[in-house]
């Protein structure tokens, strides 16, 4: 069976401080992994996703997040938050031999305090 | 990209009714997924919704309690039948405009259900 998880549900963080969601996958199988953001009230938005290649994937907003599959691992790193970065974080596969849905994790509030 | 629109944004119920949401895309799209996401929890996935077949549903989900139509390539709606206040949740949809699920999901702004 597969399962993300998001360890930490709560991040407050300093404006222009760095930040890191951490984000762990287990799966037997390849997985493909995602980060999705949700602002209040608004639906999920794509930051980034990792199919193969560089294990260094950059997204909209500044955001980045490196696959290490030893560590089967997904973190989301920002190196200076804004205030408008304050949402809900989400971190997702999908299995690539089986159905095409994403798992997602419970997600982590980050909330920039000015 | 995929604009998504869902309606109603959200609505309160009483237990025993049902509710339909509805889900408009602006764009054909090949898939159609109905997500839930419980207060305090992470998103699940209902169903997938195909056009021109029946729905496949994830473990846990019925067709008798979540009825699924796509009539066509940019709609579908999602029905919760005889609610209870355990149904109580933000719906989602969520589309693949093109190839495989490893395309962007673009995800509407969802429904709001409240039971009481």
């Known amino acids: 069976a597969q399962s993300v998880t998001q360890l930490d549900s709560q991040v407050p963080v300093f404006e222009e401080a760095p930040v890191e969601l951490r984000c762990n996958y287990s799966s037997s199988v390849s997985v493909y992994l995602f980060w999705y953001v949700q602002y209040p009230n608004q639906g999920l938005q794509l930051l980034l996703k990792y199919l193969s290649g560089s294990t260094l994937v950059k997204g909209i907003n500044g955001f980045e997040a490196e696959f290490n599959k030893s560590q089967t691992s997904f973190h989301l790193r920002k190196p200076s938050v804004h205030i408008s970065d304050t949402a809900e974080y989400f971190c997702?596969?999908?299995?690539?031999?089986?159905?095409?849905?994403?798992?997602f994790g419970t997600g982590t509030r980050l909330t920039v305090i000015p | 990209s995929a604009v998504i629109s869902q309606k109603p944004s959200r609505d309160i119920c009483q237990r025993g009714t049902s509710l339909t949401i509805q889900c408009q895309v602006d764009?054909?799209?090949?898939?159609m997924f109905w997500y839930r996401q419980q207060p305090g929890q992470s998103l699940t996935l209902i169903a997938t919704?195909?056009?021109?077949?029946?729905?496949?549903?994830e473990s846990g989900f019925v067709i008798d309690k979540f009825p699924i139509s796509r009539p066509n390539l940019t709609f579908s709606t999602l029905t919760v039948s005889n609610m209870s206040p355990e149904d109580s949740s933000i719906y989602l949809c969520s589309v693949v405009t093109s190839g495989g699920p490893t395309d962007t999901q673009y995800f509407g702004p969802g429904t709001r259900l409240t039971v009481l």
């Open positions: 997702a596969v999908i299995i690539s031999t089986g159905a095409n849905n994403l798992f």
């Open positions: 764009s054909q799209v090949t898939m």
């Open positions: 919704a195909n056009q021109g077949s029946e729905a496949t549903y």
